[in-house]
T-cell receptor, first 115, second 112 residues
Framework: DTGVSQDPRHKITKRGQNVTFRCDPI?????LYWYRQTLGQGPEFLTY????????KSRLLSDRFSAERPKGSFSTLEIQRTEQGDSAMYLCASSLTKGAGETQYFGPGTRLLVL | SQQGEEDPQALSIQEGENATMNCSYKTSINNLQWYRQNSGRGLVHLIL?????REKHSGRLRVTLDTSKKSSSLLITASRAADTASYFCAPAGGTSYGKLTFGQGTILTVHP
C-alpha cells in the first residue's frame, strides 16, 4: 500500500479525555499536513511539517492541540481535554516539495466524536 | 485570502450530461487544484493547473483557468453515477506555498 494511512479511522471519546491520531505519509514525502473538516464544510488547515520541522500552525489551533513528526516520517496529532466542538473528521495529507505545483495526497481521515 | 469559493453549492444532473463547476479566488496563485470527496471519505486529487496554463484535460475532466478573472472551471463530460461527490478547488501559492485553503465545495449528484 503506497497511500497515506491514518489510524484510527473512528474514535469516540468522552469530553475531557485526550486523544491521539496517527498519520503515515507516502514514503519519501517530505511534507505532511493536518486538516480538520466539519459536516458541510471544506477541510480547514491546521498545521504542516517539512521533514520534522513544524513550519506553520493555524491561528485557529488552540493550545490543546499538538502535533509532532519526530523523525520526519509518521506524525501524531494529540488533542487534550477534548470538547464537543472538536468533533470532526481529521485529515492528513502528504506531498513531495516541487516548488510551485505540489500535489497533496490525502488519507482516509479519522472521524472523532466527542460525547 | 487564497480560499477558493465554489459555485454552485449543489448541482443535480442526469447520467450522461455534462457538469460544470466554477471556482473564484482573490489573490495571485502559482497553481490551482481540484479535489473530489466521496461522502465521508478522504479527498482525491483530480487535476492541477499552473498559473501559466489556460486549459488542462484528464480523461473526462477539463479544467480552465483565467488568472485575469481569478476564476477556474471544472467540466465533467458524460457524467456517471459514480461521479456523485463533493468537489473542491484549492488555489495555492504566494506566501503559503504548501497550505491549501478550501471553500465549501460543490455537491454534485448524478442520477442514474
Amino acid at each position: 500500500d503506497t497511500g497515506v494511512s491514518q489510524d484510527p479511522r473512528h474514535k469516540i471519546t468522552k469530553r475531557g479525555q485526550n486523544v491521539t491520531f496517527r498519520c503515515d505519509p507516502i514514503s519519501e514525502h517530505n511534507r505532511l499536513y493536518w486538516y480538520r473538516q466539519t459536516l458541510g464544510q471544506g477541510p480547514e488547515f491546521l498545521t504542516y511539517f517539512q521533514n520534522e520541522a513544524q513550519l506553520e500552525k493555524s491561528r485557529l489551533l488552540s493550545d490543546r492541540f499538538s502535533a509532532e513528526r519526530p523523525k520526519g516520517s509518521f506524525s501524531t496529532l494529540e488533542i487534550q481535554r477534548t470538547e464537543q466542538g472538536d468533533s470532526a473528521m481529521y485529515l492528513c495529507a502528504s506531498s513531495l516539495t516541487k516548488g510551485a505545483g505540489e500535489t497533496q495526497y490525502f488519507g482516509p481521515g479519522t472521524r472523532l466524536l466527542v460525547l | 485570502s487564497q480560499q477558493g469559493e465554489e459555485d454552485p453549492q449543489a448541482l443535480s444532473i442526469q447520467e450522461g450530461e455534462n457538469a460544470t463547476m466554477n471556482c473564484s479566488y482573490k489573490t495571485s496563485i502559482n497553481n490551482l487544484q481540484w479535489y473530489r470527496q466521496n461522502s465521508g471519505r478522504g479527498l482525491v486529487h483530480l487535476i492541477l493547473i499552473r498559473s501559466n496554463e489556460r486549459e488542462k484535460h484528464s480523461g473526462r475532466l477539463r479544467v480552465t483557468l483565467d488568472t485575469s478573472k481569478k476564476s477556474s472551471s471544472l467540466l465533467i463530460t458524460a457524467s456517471r453515477a459514480a461521479d456523485t461527490a463533493s468537489y473542491f478547488c484549492a488555489p495555492a501559492g504566494g506566501t503559503s506555498y504548501g497550505k491549501l485553503t478550501f471553500g465549501q465545495g460543490t455537491i454534485l449528484t448524478v442520477h442514474p
